[in-house]
């Protein structure tokens, strides 16, 4: 491929933030040609299904955002991906892409895109979004282009990236960063999955109680003074979790203690390995680029052995298997643990014992609250 060697930070640098704005469309359109040069099989195979022929790869260019002179309008056209190259029969193709994720189909634009390549041989159009009613659009408004025009959906390509990403690390991180922003294939509601949210609101209101119970009914001694202020207290239900919110003065050094019971935000494994459960947990939070990050996870690391011997799981912020960026510490433990209790206040003693216990050996000798005060203000 006639290309520079590709980098996705550079390439990705052009479009950060500026004025408040996050350009979504150009981060994801970026991401999506870096994979298509790294990932030989997904390029091969998605313009194989454009194209209906095999490419030479040696003769291949893809850019993004080349500029090109629309002589008619005396206008400057900037498609978002451009890709040339030879056919496998010798002969050349050209083929613009449209991305869009959120801003909405313009024919306007396709047209300009079609007066571009206006004569050239095997001159391909298309047009890529997450609308599924703007594909549709799109594809009953195509008769009036001289260019073979295709139309997909961001899905069909996290389909084929998906299928295709075995060999790619960076596919396999665009896959995932699909599946998290709702561009892959959306999953029907069955009547067990109706049933079991019916079950669920019961099961999260027998959870918040439970927080009410031991954040009202039983000591917090364990915890540092701080964390004792009823008016720094509550219970949430909120990212995956019913839990007692003990805030610090901003939210950096925050104490979450309850029941995890969906863990696609905090990005664990439950304490029994799998990805459906429910765990009693305790987790410390910060800012990925807090002032005084640092100090706390050194704290936190000198006693994570000795609150691991607790019981339960243990990660800290750095482990492999704890990928939410804002988790210092999680401690968890499987409900299930507890429930051999025979009543409910037997469970939530248990529960409470078990707080207690990673709690004692978190803040004794009080390295960990003294680091913990470099989140707060300062006077």
Partial sequence: MSYSRPNLFISLFQWRPVDGRTPGENFLT???????????????????????????????????RESHVDDERETTIYPDIDIRGVLASGQPFCLLV???WGARYDHAQIAK???????????????????????RNAKAQCVSLASAFHVFEWQQIYSLLA????????????????????????????????????????????????????LNELPWDFLPLHYRDATRQEVKDQYGRVAIVFHRH?????ITIGFLYSNQDHRVKFADGSDTSVDLMMRIEAHPGA???????????????????????????????????HTLFIA??????????????AQLLAMHKQIGDWSAVLFKGGELEAALKRFDPIG
Avoid at 117 to 123: D, K, L, Y
Avoid at 187 to 211: G, H, M
Avoid at 250 to 254: A, M, Y
């Fill in 163 to 214: 299928a295709l990403s075995q060999d790619c690390q960076s596919s396999q991180e665009l896959v995932e960063f699909m599946r998290m922003h709702g561009l892959s294939p959306p999953e029907p509601i069955s009547q067990t999955l109706l049933q079991s949210y019916v079950a669920t609101r019961d099961f999260t209101k027998r959870l918040r109680r439970y927080c009410e119970k031991l």
């Fill in 30 to 64: 970026e991401a999506f040609v870096y994979c298509l040069r790294r990932n030989a099989t997904f390029r091969t195979q998605w313009l194989r299904e454009i194209l209906s022929s095999e490419v030479i790869d040696a003769d291949l260019r893809i850019s993004t």
């Fill in 291 to 325: 002032v005084g990050r640092t100090e706390v996870v050194s704290a936190l690391q000198e006693r994570a052995n000795e609150v691991r011997q607790c019981g339960g799981v243990v990660r800290l912020a750095g482990d492999r298997d704890n990928q939410n960026p």
């Fill in 113 to 135: 895109y079609d007066r571009l390549i206006a004569g050239q041989p095997n001159a391909h159009l298309v047009f890529l979004s997450a609308n599924s009613i703007d594909c």
């Fill in 98 to 100: 449209e991305v869009k």
């Fill in 332 to 345: 968890q433990r499987s409900l299930s643990e507890f429930l051999d209790n025979p009543d409910e206040r």
């Fill in 250 to 254: 901003d939210w950096n050094g925050t």
